[in-house]
Nanobody
């Protein structure tokens, strides 16, 4: 059974930091593209960041310079380090994976709230 389990979300003040984790099971992690999406109330789900099996990264313009995606193949885990958080970063963040372009898998989501 495929599982993507996010953790690390919470409430933080503007300018603060959070680190999200996504633990994967039931997939061939080392050959999978991994990523993070987010969805705010009333808005469409949007790409935040992706990382390939070779650790090539891609970021949404809105988070470049503030967020960093990384992966640990030994732990089957992908991370999203979020610095200098802004209120507009408030959303449910979803872990995503794709192996060989065949199937997409999604986590259940974790809430990130940026507010003073």
């Amino acid at each position: 059974q495929v599982q993507l389990v996010e953790s690390g979300g919470g409430l933080v003040q503007p300018g603060g930091s959070l680190r999200l984790s996504c633990a994967a099971s039931g997939i061939i992690f080392r050959t999978s593209v991994m990523g993070w999406y987010r969805q705010a109330p009333g808005k469409q789900r949007e790409l935040v960041a992706t990382i390939t099996s070779g650790s090539i990264t891609n970021y949404a313009d809105s988070v470049k310079g503030r967020f960093t995606i990384s992966r640990d193949n030994a732990k089957n885990t992908v991370y999203l380090q979020m610095n200098n958080l802004k209120p507009e970063d408030t959303a449910v963040y979803y872990c995503w994976s794709r192996n060989r372009g065949l199937y997409d898998y999604w986590g259940q989501g974790t809430q990130v709230t940026v507010s003073s």
